[in-house]
């Protein structure tokens, strides 16, 4: 059975997201078959000016792709990305690379984003220069500014990646990032290569500079914890698919999806708030390559209804902002 489309209704009147997903789909050849890998499958998603949205599943889900087709870091299959009502889709050229400085992305891995044989200066450098951000003669006082606001000194100008922690590499990508001066990051997994310890100071350097330079962030994370610390909105990917989204509260004290449950099941976090009991997610992540039909989650649903093995699932809303996937809301459970 074909999925409806639903696409999120916007109020009369009402500011239009910063970044407007639809139907975003994207799909891989497999080698040495004629079959495709979906990893990313009509995605709708905003993001307000200003906000953090929290993108959350297990390793595999497509939530990384589904971040890089938004920059066109890889290109979508089909669906379209509106980044301030500009179709990001179809910018081509010099158009593409000028407009792509307001949305940057920042890597799990620093180090391999990072290229060994540049120094810092280079490094940070180079897209001030490219984009003409500054004069020639300022664009060295500008990197050490830079340095300075993800807390590195100028003693890092002269520097290569390798001779850095993992936790100052993570800096020094953020300092890139911002050296266009962005309205949008995308942090793809941003502090999961750190040492716990670091992580909390990225994430507080994450926070402050959101506040400092307005940012609006697409936070990629399989870490629910690291996502409630600094998601205004979570929402949660399973084979490709968005099953619930809602305020990082609402999600954390009642889950609706049984996907979400189980997640949380998987990673205890204290809260006396929370109110729903959750179910232990078992079983492997199926493959994107031959998805199960009806309700991609119903192989390990606990809560599976006859229906959810043909009948794909639409959106159903709970509350404010609060919507999810599942047949058990459909009927009004
Ligand atoms: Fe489970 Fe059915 Fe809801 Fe899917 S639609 S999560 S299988 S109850």
Do not use: W
């Not at 959810?308 to 809301?329: K, S």
């Amino acid at each position: 059975m074909g999925e409806a489309r639903d696409p999120t209704p916007r109020t009369p009147g009402a500011t239009p997201p910063l970044l407007e997903v639809r139907g975003l789909t994207k799909e891989f050849p497999v080698r040495s078959s004629r079959a495709t890998l979906r990893a990313v499958d009509r995605l709708d998603l905003d993001l307000a000016t200003g906000e953090t949205v929290g993108l959350v599943g297990e390793s595999g889900c497509g939530k990384s792709t589904a971040g890089r087709c938004c920059l066109r870091l890889i290109e979508p299959t089909a669906g379209t990305v509106r980044f301030a009502g500009v179709d990001l889709l179809a910018l081509r050229g010099g158009d593409l690379r000028r407009f792509r400085r307001h949305l940057q992305y920042v890597f799990q891995d620093p180090y391999s984003s990072l290229n060994p044989r540049m120094r810092v200066a280079e490094l940070i450098g180079e897209a001030i220069r490219v984009h003409r951000l500054r004069p020639k003669q300022q664009v060295r006082a500008r990197i050490i500014e830079l340095l300075d606001v993800v807390g590195l000194g100028p003693d890092a100008l002269d520097r290569y990646p390798h001779e850095f922690s993992g936790g100052q590499r993570q800096r020094i990508g953020i300092a890139r990032a911002l050296a266009v001066e962005p309205r949008l990051i995308i942090a793809d997994e941003p502090v999961s290569a750190l040492d716990v310890s670091v992580q909390a100071q990225v994430l507080n350097l994450l926070t402050d500079l959101k506040q400092r330079f307005s940012l609006t962030y697409l936070f990629i994370s399989h870490n629910l914890a690291v996502v409630r610390h600094i998601s205004d909105r979570v929402a949660v990917m399973y084979l490709g698919r968005l099953v619930e989204e809602a305020p990082t509260a609402t999600l954390f004290a009642t889950p609706a999806h049984p996907y979400t449950r189980a997640l949380l099941a998987s990673e205890p976090i204290p809260d006396p708030s929370r109110r729903t009991i959750a179910t232990p997610l078992a079983g492997e992540i199926p493959s994107g390559v031959a998805p199960p039909p009806g309700c991609c989650f119903h192989p390990r649903c606990p809560e599976a209804l006859a229906e959810c093995r043909h009948a794909v699932p639409t959106n159903t809303t709970l509350g404010a902002g609060h919507r999810v996937r599942c047949h058990l809301y459909a009927r009004g459970g």
